[in-house]
């Protein structure tokens, strides 16, 4: 009332007081907010989850990793919402600017003002078309494919570093390259029989495409580290809810 410079209350009694005009019209735009106010100071201080979190994952971790993954966690925390966004490229700014809470990708490194967890490995795979004349081999050496074209990604560039830096250790260097965005574009390429490739998969067994001969790399770097990210300075409750259910 000292604020405003008007009555907010009619004093009825002794111990009675009633809303003016004005109060009615004060009360009734405050109340939904103080009535929500001991949930919120809950929800802020972490003491109940809830929310919207933002997670950025490549087109192949969309596939094959989260499918499960987002299951385990509605299942286990129906209140949380997920914006899940498919990313080419493993793009570290938008963590850092807040654009996505939460980034699922193979990482060369982790920097320092990010935190990370390793969820899944990916193994590498030479996929040729399965009426070439070495997809029955048992034993495949790259330098036999030398005067292949060859299948590499397209946007995301480190990716298609690590796989001419594969066959450079092999002593090959293809003659012709044709791109692609995805693991599941290149082997489109490679069903059509346009050429070979390298490619990182996650389910055991590697590609299983009809028109596409899988063979296991054994050589070379082996292994490759999927890492969920997100950043060091954000003591989520949301995003240790979606860790708890990683695989």
């Not at 019209?25 to 919207?52: I, Q």
């Not at 490549?58 to 299951?71: D, E, G, I, S, T």
């Not at 330098?143 to 450079?168: G, I, K, M, W």
Request: with cysteine; net charge neutral.
């Amino acid at each position: 009332e000292a604020d405003l410079e008007i009555r907010l209350f009619e004093r009825v009694g002794k111990d009675k007081v009633v809303l003016t005009a004005q109060g009615r019209r004060l009360y009734d735009a405050v109340a939904p907010f103080l009535e929500r106010l001991p949930a919120l100071e809950a929800e802020l201080k972490g003491e109940v989850l809830g929310g919207r979190i933002s997670i950025h994952a490549n087109p192949h971790m969309v596939r094959h990793l989260l499918p499960a993954w987002l299951r385990r966690l509605h299942g286990k925390r129906p209140d949380i919402e997920i914006s899940l966004a498919e990313v080419k490229t493993a793009d570290l700014e938008a963590l850092r600017t807040g654009e996505c809470d939460l980034l699922i990708d193979h990482l060369a490194e982790v920097p320092a003002d990010l935190e990370a967890r390793e969820v899944a490995r990916v193994q590498p795979w030479l996929v040729l078309p399965a009426d070439h004349r070495l997809a029955a081999h048992e034993r495949l050496n790259p330098r036999e494919l030398q005067s292949d074209t060859f299948v590499a990604y397209n946007t995301d560039r480190r990716l298609r570093a690590l796989q001419l830096e594969a066959l450079a250790a092999s002593g090959v260097k293809p003659p012709r390259l044709l791109y692609a965005d995805s693991a599941e574009s290149i082997l489109g390429f490679v069903a059509a029989g346009l050429g070979y490739s390298l490619v990182p998969w996650l389910p055991a067994g590697g590609p299983r495409v009809a028109g596409v001969a899988a063979h296991r790399v054994t050589r070379a770097q082996g292994d490759f580290a999927v890492y969920a990210a997100w950043r060091k300075s954000a003591q989520s409750p949301l995003v240790r809810a979606v860790l708890d259910q990683a695989p």
